[in-house]
């Protein structure tokens, strides 16, 4: 068998290029679809989110604990609704009423609020990714294309040419906006559910403080024999 030259090598890079060119070209098409999709999403959480005030969520979170105090776990949660501004929220919320009626809390009611920030990274992981995805198909769908028009050049062949120059830039410019597309949404996104988590936060803290008793001091074991907690007692 004949050793392999740099032109065969060539030769192999330059046809796998080729062979990449129509599935570069439909991924960047359903780049451009996702991201289309999640620009809508973003509209949507951006409308139900306009109504966001702490005064509303205080009363919310107050009125809340006092049904909870009275066992009323259903009315609690009703309460709690009209503030929850996403159903991944408004499930958390739910789960925050069902965890505090049972103390002590402190610890489920900690999970909780960490699973709802591990499912908002999850949320943003789509946008993120498509902030690096875009802008690389759009790369590679305009480096594809150089080489045959580059052999058009060369060949006098100023159709082909022009053909391939415009699918390159076209796609060029549909990574970017891909790209810069998602980015925006990465970003005013990371701070929407922050301040969700931080909403949770608070309402966590005002169930667990039913009966009178902070979240932080619902798990405190009583050891025997221990004169400090003789003293407290």
Known sequence: ?????????????????????????????????????ELGGFIVELIRRRRRDFSRLETAAGTARDELGKKDENA???????????????????????????????????????DFDFGSLRRLERTRMLVRAGPALGLMGTLIPLS???AGLAAGNVARLSNNLRVAFSVTVLGLLVGAVAYGISLVRDRLYGQDLSDLEYVAAT??????????????PTVSGDPSAEDKA
């Open 1 to 37: 068998m004949a050793a392999l030259t740099a032109h065969d090598i060539e030769n192999v890079i330059f046809h796998v290029a080729e062979a990449l060119r129509v599935p570069v070209l439909i991924l960047a098409l359903i780049a451009l679809a996702l991201v289309i999709v």
């Open 76 to 114: 609690a949660f009703a309460a709690l609704r009209p503030v929850s501004w996403s159903r991944s929220m408004e499930r958390t919320m739910a789960a925050l009423v069902i965890e505090a009626a049972k103390p002590p809390a402190d610890d489920r009611l900690a999970k909780r609020l960490a």
């Open 148 to 150: 045959p028009a580059l």
């Open 207 to 220: 169930l667990g403080a039913v009966g009178g008793v902070a979240p932080s001091q619902q798990h405190r």
